[in-house]
Every structure is written in C-alpha cells, then in structure tokens.
T-cell receptor, first 112, second 116 residues
Framework: QKEVEQDPGPLSVPEGAIVSLNCTYS??????FMWYRQYSRKGPELLMY????GNKEDGRFTAQVDKSSKYISLFIRDSQPSDSATYLC????????????FGPGTRLSVLP | GAVVSQHPSRVICKSGTSVKIECRSL??????MFWYRQFPKQSLMLMAT?????????EQGVEKDKFLINHASLTLSTLTVTSAHPEDSSFYIC????????????FGNGTRLTVT
C-alpha cells in the first residue's frame, strides 16, 4: 500500500460545478496536510495548509481533514476554467521540510 | 509564503554535456532547499536536500556524482546534471520550507530538461 493514494483522474466538470478531490493515507504520523495546484509546465503552488481535523475555508476552496479515517479532501466551489490544473495533496510529519510525501495528483478540467 | 525563483525554465542539451539549474530564495534566507524530480503524470520525488555550507543529503537511488548540488549562500542552491543522458530528461523543481518549524514547502517554477 502506498503511503498516499490519490485518484489521478482525469476529472472533467462543467463550469460552476462543485469539485471534490480526495486523498487517503496510511501513516498516522502525518500531522500536516497541504493541497497544491500545478499548472502544466509550472511548479506546484500552495493552496491550503492545515493541521487539525475539520474544515478550513479560503475563498472558493475548502480543505477537510479527517485524521481518524486518514482521509483529506479539497472542495472547489463555483469551479472556473482557470481551475483546470493538477491538484496534489501532500502531508508531512513534524519537521523542517524533509518529510513531505506527495500524492500523484488529480488532473482536473473545468469545461466552459 | 516564500518566493522561489528557478532558472532556466527550459533547457535542451546534448547527451554528455552538463546542465546547471539555479534556485533562489527571494524573500528569506533558506539554510535548506529541496530538489525534486517529476516524471509525466507522476508524483514529486525528492532527490536531495541542499544544506547551506555543507554537503547535500541524497535520497536512496540518487547518484550524488551525477546530480551535483551546491548551496553556497543562504539564497542560492544549484543543481548540476553532469554528463546528461536522455533518461535524465525530466522536470526538476526546487523548493524551500518556510522559516518556521512545520512550514509548508514553496516551489520554484521548475526546469524542463530535455537531453537529446
């Protein structure tokens, strides 16, 4: 079993739809959870960073963490064509950056 | 968050030559930088941890003599792919962690290397 599982997609939705992206993980030592957006031929851009279980909202984005189920989600409301990208989940144990594990990413296409 | 500049964004080189990629932390002094490699439709793979003023720490399976890392200042780390071969063609991305413990990673825009 991989440490982090993420459906690679591709996922296609119409403009305005609510998008749900998910990752599961197996290592209960992970304490910090992130979502990155990566456009083609670009580096990943940090979208959300959470620590505790529960929800964190930032504009149209909501990150959800359920540590008991080892499951994290990213919801995108009112999706736009500009949201079309690959979304990577990432998680880490406490430290200064050496212990990050990334999911393979889900490719999202928002169709106008 | 940290601002990371990476250069060049794209490079094409001939087999057997060496290529240098620069990574700069623009808004804070990074004692540690990280180099990742990404194959198409695959996740980021950590290659090495670049430590300012000391030797880099390489992940298992990464050849340190092939991927030379120099972290000569608190704002600059370089990755040199030596004697490049077509199988080295990939997307290389550097990152820095914020100055605080448990800070997330912030990435440069990556370098697309194509070895012909």
């Amino acid at each position: 079993q991989k440490e982090v599982e993420q459906d690679p997609g591709p996922l296609s939705v119409p403009e305005g739809a609510i998008v749900s992206l998910n990752c599961t993980y197996s290592n209960s030592a992970f304490q910090y959870f992130m979502w990155y957006r990566q456009y083609s031929r670009k580096g990943p851009e940090l979208l959300m960073y959470t620590y505790s279980s529960g929800n964190k909202e930032d504009g149209r984005f909501t990150a959800q963490v359920d540590k008991s189920s080892k499951y994290i989600s990213l919801f995108i409301r009112d999706s736009q064509p500009s949201d079309s990208a690959t979304y990577l989940c990432a998680m880490s144990v406490p430290g200064y950056g050496q212990n990050f594990v990334f999911g393979p990413g889900t490719r999202l296409s928002v169709l106008p | 968050g940290a601002v990371v500049s990476q250069h060049p964004s794209r490079v094409i080189c001939k087999s057997g030559t060496s290529v240098k990629i620069e990574c700069r932390s623009l808004d804070f002094q990074a004692t540690t930088m990280f180099w990742y490699r990404q194959f198409p439709k695959q996740s980021l793979m950590l290659m090495a941890t670049s430590n300012e003023g000391s030797k880099a720490t390489y992940e298992q399976g990464v050849e340190k003599d092939k991927f030379l890392i120099n972290h000569a200042s608190l704002t600059l780390s370089t990755l040199t792919v030596t004697s490049a071969h077509p199988e080295d063609s990939s997307f290389y991305i550097c990152s820095v962690s914020g100055s605080s413990y448990n800070s997330p990673l912030h990435f440069g825009n990556g370098t697309r290397l194509t070895v012909t």
